[in-house]
């Protein structure tokens, strides 16, 4: 399975194409949306979130409601490209009139202009850097989530800490006060799947490791800087005996590892913690340095978020491992259509419980 995402921040939409999807998954339109709009809620989102309203428009790849294995595609219009015509047009449009010259640190507008050639205008780069990226994403991900209830997989997130805070009545305070100082925050984010049959992924190659294909797919989303699985780092910290879950003949009473084993899935549930650093773009701006000028200067200050960790990345988490945790799956199992798919899994847990 594929997916291949499109669109700029302010461009005319968002694109993606799943391709590989089996026939058959029945796909419920209002679900995505739903996934969509959660993506854009929590306290601490900045003012795009009052312009644009996402809604899914599939183009292809679906019948009456169900997937036909032919890549399926859709697109989410941008509301604000009305305003963005004249600088961000695919054939008329002037971005320097929009340029972006103070870059900002922890961006990619740096090495972005420096990569691609861009010049004195990270303008360019920060449309496809942007997380906007990540409502393809959602998108793509609520699909996948559909196909794996169907077969008995489903998938929950939860946030952890926001700017260091466990406690969280105490959450919306230490936004309003990072809000308040021009300041933004990261934090901490839970992803469990549960219902994960035995042995997706491999031991037998690096590239084929299930907590590999996993990680690479968390560390792919805007902000996140750390990816652990199960006790993660605490496993640094203890002992053998501590760290381990032993085996009894009515299963494992503990989940140490995060339901990965060698590389593959050992039945119990998949745990996940993504760590998300604060938002790169500040209200009262980071030093840095005008590349049009040379000249040392307050970084610019686009639209931004103070924090999006109480619930915007925990439904992009989750859409993201839906999709990586389907492919995996299709890679064990197979299946050009949900029902092979479904009783070869089906056939697996019946075999792991013998």
Known sequence: MRLITAGESHGRALVGVIEGLPAGITINEERINADLARRQEGYGRGGRMKIETDKVEVLSGMIGGKTIASPLAFTIKNRDYENWI?????????????????????????????????????????ERASARETTTRV???????????????????R???????GDESKWHDTIRAARLDGDTLGGCVEITVHGMPVGVGSYVQYDRKLDAA????????????AVEVGLG??????RGSE??????????????????????SNGEDIV????????????????????????????????????????????????VAAYAVLDEILKTF???TLDELKSRVEERRAHARR
């Open 86 to 126: 004249p600088y961000m047009d695919p054939f008329t449009g002037e971005v320097d009139k929009k340029a972006l010259t103070a870059v900002r640190p922890g961006h990619a507008d740096l090495s972005g202009i420096i990569k691609y050639g861009f010049g004195p205008n990270a303008r360019p780069v920060l």
């Open 139 to 157: 998108a793509a991900g609520s699909v996948c989530r559909q196909a794996l209830e169907a077969i008995g997989v489903t998938i929950t997130g």
């Open 159 to 165: 946030t952890l800490v926001i700017g260091g805070v």
């Open 214 to 225: 996993l990680a690479m797919h968390m560390m792919s989303i805007n902000a996140v800087k």
């Open 233 to 238: 780092r605490e496993f640094g910290y203890l």
């Open 243 to 264: 760290a381990h879950d032993e085996i009894f003949p009515d299963g494992r009473k503990t989940n140490r590892a995060g339901g990965i084993e060698g590389g593959m």
């Open 272 to 319: 996940l913690t993504l760590t998300f650093k604060p938002i790169p773009t500040l209200v009262r701006g980071l030093r840095t340095v005008d590349v049009k000028t040379g000249e040392p200067v307050t970084a610019a200050n686009e639209r931004s978020d103070v924090c999006v960790v109480e619930s915007a990345a925990v439904v992009v988490a989750e859409s």
């Open 334 to 336: 197979g299946g050009d």
